[in-house]
């Protein structure tokens, strides 16, 4: 069975403040692909990036990093110097490639709040 | 361009009323997602479509939900019989291909309020 577990309910932070939401994940499978999405108040998921499981590079977009470590099976998201428009509600996700049972849909945590104060 | 569009952003239907939610893709996208995301919780997949052929259905809780897309690009969920625990965002999202090198894109949503 494939799951995600988003373990932070709530975040807050103040402004400027860096804050790392961690994601772990479950899977059998030995190519899989992990993602991240926002969702601010207005309701619609964002997409923020999407990691095969043969690359274990972190990534880094502007104040965004990301560290995926297969050992842990762990994917997290770090904001540095957040800010205000930073709050939002964020998902880990994990899907399977094409052939397999779970082929195309996205397996999501129960999401971390991050507020962010002035 | 215009991204995922669905209709009506807000719906309240009384139990046991019929529903019917849509999703507009976007233009070109091949496959179509639906996911239910009930208050405090992630998405949970419902079903997707490749073109008009409905590939996979496991995640439709009951018979009473059903979904369609005739022509390959407008989707359509349909609810009847609605109970209250029903009352979600039901959450569209295309994406160019089925395989997962294809990021999906999601619309805004349609919440439901059965009452």
């Known amino acids: 069975a494939q799951k995600v577990t988003q373990a932070q309910t709530e975040i807050s932070v103040v402004e400027k403040e860096d804050v790392t939401l961690d994601c772990v994940y479950e899977?059998?499978?030995?190519?899989?692909?992990l993602f991240w999405y926002k969702q601010p108040p207005s309701g619609e998921l964002v997409f923020l990036i999407r990691?095969?499981?043969?690359?274990?590079q972190n990534e880094i977009s502007g104040r965004y990093s990301w560290n995926f470590q297969k050992s842990t099976s762990s994917f997290n998201f770090t904001i540095t110097a957040s800010q205000v428009v930073d709050s939002a509600v964020y998902f880990c996700?994990?899907?399977?490639?094409?052939?397999?049972?779970?082929?195309?849909?996205?397996?999501f945590g129960q999401g971390t709040t991050l507020q962010v104060k002035p | 361009g215009a991204g995922v569009s669905q209709s009506p952003r807000y719906k309240v239907a009384k139990r046991g009323q019929d529903v019917a939610l849509r999703c507009d893709p976007i233009s070109g996208h091949v496959s179509l997602f639906w996911y239910q995301q009930a208050l405090g919780q992630g998405p949970e997949f419902l079903t997707y479509f490749q073109n008009e052929a409905q590939l996979d259905k496991s995640g439709l809780p009951s018979d009473r939900f059903f979904a369609e897309r005739p022509e390959g690009s407008v989707s359509t969920l349909k609810i009847q019989r609605t109970q209250q625990e029903d009352s979600a965002v039901y959450l569209c999202?295309?994406?160019?291909?089925?395989?997962?090198?294809?990021?999906?894109?999601f619309g805004p949503g349609t919440r439901l309020t059965v009452t």
């Open positions: 999202a295309s994406s160019l291909g089925l395989a997962v090198n294809y990021e999906q894109y």
């Open positions: 899977t059998r499978d030995t190519t899989y692909y």
């Open positions: 996700a994990l899907s399977a490639p094409h052939g397999s049972s779970n082929t195309g849909k996205l397996i």
């Open positions: 990691r095969n499981s043969f690359d274990e």
